[in-house]
């Protein structure tokens, strides 16, 4: 009989959202420091689908279609002035994200963590072959 890891838990029901914050918690701590040093005090919301009113802001028709989103504000626009300025926030779409784990046979863990380094990459300029370089890095 395979030995089960106690560390990837065997799911029998669907992850529901507080188990998906919590791999996401887990994954921001384990993303590569030049990646997790834009993101000192991110928050981390897990939401079951984008709304309308995202969906219409990014151009996307389905929201089966976004696993996650980074809102806060760009690098660039930030002054010090800034100090009401609300805290960045990654959301991640717990039901698209479940839906890709059904059909990529995808660790959770990791999918979770590709999501959330996807996310911060975009939003801070890293470019795809960047991004790949990040994956390449964590295994």
């Known amino acids: 009989m395979a030995h089960h890891d ?11 959202a507080g188990t998906v914050a919590a791999l996401a918690e887990r994954a921001l701590a384990a993303i590569p420091a030049r990646l997790r040093r834009h993101v000192a005090g991110v928050g981390i919301s897990v939401e079951e689908l984008a709304d309308e009113a995202t969906l219409a802001e990014l151009g996307i028709d389905n929201a089966w279609d976004l696993t996650g ?4 504000t760009p690098l660039g626009r ?3 002035d800034d100090i009401a300025r609300p805290p960045d ?3 991640l779409y717990r039901q698209p994200i479940l839906l890709e784990w059904i ?6 863990y990791r999918l979770v963590r590709n999501v959330l380094v996807h996310e911060i990459a ?3 300029g890293f ?3 960047e991004i790949e370089a990040l994956e390449g890095e964590m295994g």
């Not at 106690?6 to 529901?16: C, E, G, L, Q, S």
């Not at 989103?69 to 806060?72: F, K, M, R, S």
């Not at 059909?103 to 959770?108: A, P, Q, S, T, V």
Request: proline fraction near 12%; hydrophobic fraction near 30%.
């Open 89 to 91: 926030l990654i959301f």
């Open 6 to 16: 106690p560390a990837r838990p065997r799911f029998t029901t669907p992850p529901d």
């Open 78 to 80: 930030r002054s010090v």
């Open 69 to 72: 989103l980074y809102h806060g």
């Open 127 to 129: 470019s795809d072959a």
């Open 103 to 108: 059909e990529e046979g995808e660790d959770l």
């Open 122 to 124: 975009h939003h801070f």
